[in-house]
């Protein structure tokens, strides 16, 4: 099926031939979908601290970064923002001139309420002689919004969210990168420092290094510290191969094999590079002013004390297995731990000889953990949280997508519609072990949980096949615990008219 010149190509992406097998076979067998057993909620996996646990878990967060630890805050950014402007692209091809559908008309109803109006009436008088007002005035509604897309004007269509103007400030508008620089100042520093690590396009590389050299002075002035600012792209060996629908491999008009991004996924690659104690993961659009930001800020620094304060009784627990000087009642407690603070649970635990428990312990103790803030639900499309049957029998928590679930079984869709938190992506990860060593965290991934979707190319159908998720099946074999955080710490834009909620405003 494969020929030399596939193999050549297979190998120039840093892959292997027995990966491109597994991938095809994975379009013919699919994906098991995952057991569940009840959706999480508060008291269920789920903790919701009072003022007091808050206050003590923010003091932990500050020690703990006082000890001289590495923290880098990890900002997924590679998303073009061309679904962001859907509605905007119809609406310039559409076969009417004037705003017509609600959104359009509320866009030009609030046009000057956006961050980026003034740069794009500066656009709009360079190419068109005239400023937004006037063209308006005019019915030249098209002009405006080809401006704001086109690759003549702002080239917001085809530019990422990272890049583009979110929020007005009196000295300027700002775009979520230099928001999430903020945010690493005020939460993420430490010993006067802030790593902030970017994935981005490959083809939008030179334009995130050119935002941050002309920002980032700005901002290490204003909060008294230093940046560490990196960058990475997603690597063409976490690309997937595509299938046409009899599941051999699609190829392109000169024959080559066609490989496609494998999804967010693909990052646990870069997030395994990063050196550092303490990850932060935030979505590059999850942003908010500063008149906004202290609810973002408190809640961080919670759910990173909550982190540090497991992790060192994890620790503290391998250190003393380790000496193999334990008795039967610490050994008892550490299974509370393992049961009640880390949320796993072994069904048939009290089977296991003493031996077989201690590896089982120190197994479920030494790997990845990490602490997510959810929200309570609210309609938005994505995942929740869990707690799910692993692949050795234990239960435990993981954040799901929808297709990870069984639509036929009644039962885990009343699960799913009736959850009661939603994951906003709000993820602060421990990646190194009781002895200081970095886990090799492509070890705990759950390579059963991928997705396979249908796409097309040039008119032609193909299969698409999706690797397990960063937040879901990547980190399927870490330990897991659930903070509720309030609902102002999660303000994404998915389209341009979020920009103009209050949050944004």
């Not at 046409?244 to 590079?273: M, Q, S, V, W, Y």
């Not at 949980?449 to 159908?461: A, C, L, V």
Request: glycine fraction near 8%; hydrophobic fraction near 35%.
């Amino acid at each position: 099926m494969l020929s030399q010149e596939d193999l050549k190509q297979i190998a120039e992406k840093g892959m292997t031939e027995e990966l491109i097998d597994t991938q095809l076979g994975q379009f013919k067998t699919g994906f098991p979908f995952l057991k569940l057993e009840a959706a999480a909620g508060i008291g269920r996996g789920i903790i919701s601290p009072d003022k007091e646990e808050r206050i003590a878990y923010e003091e932990a967060w500050k020690k703990y970064k006082d000890e001289g630890r590495r923290v880098v805050k990890f900002v997924p950014a590679s998303g073009a923002a061309s679904r962001m402007f859907k509605d905007m692209f119809a609406f310039v091809d559409a076969d009417y001139d004037v705003p017509t559908t609600d959104f359009e008309k509320h866009f030009f109803e609030k046009i000057e309420n956006f961050a980026f109006y003034s740069a794009l009436d500066e656009q709009c008088i360079k190419n068109e002689g005239k400023g937004i007002k006037e063209l308006i005035a005019n019915g030249n509604y098209k002009a405006v919004a080809a401006n704001m897309l086109q690759n003549k004007g702002l080239n917001y269509g085809q530019l990422p969210k990272g890049l583009l103007l979110f929020h007005k400030y009196d000295n300027g508008s700002r775009t979520p990168m230099e928001e999430h620089l903020v945010e690493g100042a005020l939460y993420a520093a430490s010993e006067g420092k802030a790593h902030v690590h970017f994935t981005v396009s490959h083809e939008h590389m030179p334009l995130f290094k050119k935002k941050v050299a002309d920002k980032a002075e700005s901002y290490a002035k204003e909060f008294g510290i230093t940046y560490d600012i990196t960058f990475s792209e997603q690597k063409p060996s976490t690309d997937t191969v595509a299938a046409n629908p009899d599941n051999t491999p699609f190829r392109t008009e000169d024959g080559k094999l066609l490989f496609r991004p494998g999804g967010h996924g693909a990052l646990i690659e870069n997030l395994n590079e990063i050196d550092a104690d303490v990850i932060f993961i935030k979505n590059i659009d999850n942003v908010v002013p500063d008149r906004l930001k202290a609810d973002t800020v408190e809640y961080k620094q919670v759910i990173a004390g909550v982190l540090v304060t497991l992790q060192k009784k994890a620790f503290e627990y391998l250190e003393l297995l380790e000496t193999g000087a334990y008795s039967h009642e610490q050994l008892e407690n550490i299974i509370r731990f393992v049961q009640q603070d880390l949320c796993c649970r072994k069904p048939d635990i009290k089977y296991l000889e003493d031996a077989d428990l201690v590896i089982y312990l120190k197994q479920k103790l030494n790997r990845p953990i990490r602490v997510c803030g959810v929200v309570k639900n609210v309609g938005e499309p994505g995942g929740g949280p869990f707690l799910t049957y692993n692949q050795d029998g234990t239960i435990s928590l993981q954040i799901l997508e929808s297709s990870q679930i069984d639509k036929s079984n009644k039962e885990y869709m009343e699960m799913f519609t009736n959850g009661t938190h939603f994951n906003p992506v709000d993820i602060v990860c421990a990646v190194k072990d009781y002895k200081g060593k970095r886990f090799n965290l492509p070890e705990f991934v759950d390579k059963t949980t991928g997705f396979i979707s249908s796409k097309s190319k040039n008119g032609k159908e193909l299969k698409a096949l999706e690797l397990p998720g960063l937040w879901n099946g990547a980190m399927s074999d870490w330990n897991t615990v659930f903070v509720e955080v309030p609902l102002s710490t999660f303000n994404p834009v998915k389209t341009v008219n979020d920009l103009l909620r209050e949050q944004h405003q």
